[in-house]
């Protein structure tokens, strides 16, 4: 279980009652990713969506998805390895 806040939020929101969690957890997820704080996986359970949910989500926002060196190489053993 993760620790739980607590944020008021100004009442001039232009956000339906019903989505104020679930876009401010997007919102949240989005910037943690983009700064390195949450990794690809923990971003998109915050964020409460599928792994492709996440990738358009972060199409629209114009954020690219963090790949590095290490991970194509861990990427090339795993074919290497299946084929």
């Known amino acids: 279980m993760g620790k739980k806040i ?3 939020l100004p009442e001039i929101m232009k956000i339906p ?3 104020v969690e679930k876009r ?3 919102e949240l997820a989005v910037r ?5 704080i ?3 996986g923990q971003a998109r359970r915050l964020a409460g969506v599928s792994k492709w949910e996440f990738i358009e989500i972060l199409a629209r926002e114009g954020k690219g998805i963090h790949y590095d060196e290490e991970e194509l190489e861990n990427d090339l053993k795993v074919l290497e390895e299946l084929s």
């Open 6 to 8: 607590v944020v008021e």
């Open 17 to 19: 009652e019903d989505e």
């Open 24 to 26: 401010v957890k997007v």
């Open 32 to 36: 943690l990713y983009e700064k390195g």
């Open 38 to 40: 949450l990794s690809f």
